[in-house]
């Protein structure tokens, strides 16, 4: 039996909770690769917020492509991996964006806590949101080799 993906399958598997790896190529090195926080909603564009000033935010900044793999670790394994143009960069926001994604990944309390622990308004301003249009994808769900 066949462990392909629907494409519905796999927008909303992308669009669950979990950790990203993001691939950047980089000129006259490997491509980095780096864990994200990220979100999507089926349909739509892929975000995430970064520091402008980090190597990562450098390296987006010039725009490009990038690679997004993310993946359920635990029997059955699934994964989708999607491939796009990165298409904005620009200032990112503590209500619209950090606070959203920081509830996404640690809930309100402890999200409300990460940003209060990871700098002032400053720091924030700093940040840029990033958003992705996901083109290409790969995906598997063994699940539905193994009928589970």
Not at 64 to 79: A, D, F, N
Not at 110 to 135: F, H, K, S, W
Request: glycine share 8%; net charge negative.
């Amino acid at each position: 039996m066949s462990a392909t993906m629907t494409r519905e399958e796999q927008k909303a598997f992308l669009a669950q909770v979990h950790i990203g790896v993001l691939s950047i190529a980089e000129q006259d090195r490997g491509p980095l690769t780096i864990p994200i926080w990220y979100t999507y909603e089926p349909g739509g564009e892929i975000w995430f917020v970064t520091s402008r000033a980090s190597r990562k935010g450098g390296i987006l900044a010039e725009g490009g492509r990038i690679s997004l793999c993310v993946q359920e670790e635990t029997l059955p394994y699934k994964y989708v991996s999607v491939e796009g143009p990165v298409i904005a960069v620009e200032p990112s926001e503590v209500e619209r964006d950090m606070r959203p994604l920081a509830h996404r990944y640690l809930g309100p309390e402890m999200g409300d806590q990460y940003l209060a622990l990871t700098g002032g308004a400053e720091t924030r301003q700093e940040n840029v949101l990033v958003r992705i249009r996901p083109e290409r994808w790969l995906a598997v769900d063994f699940a539905k080799q193994f009928n589970q």
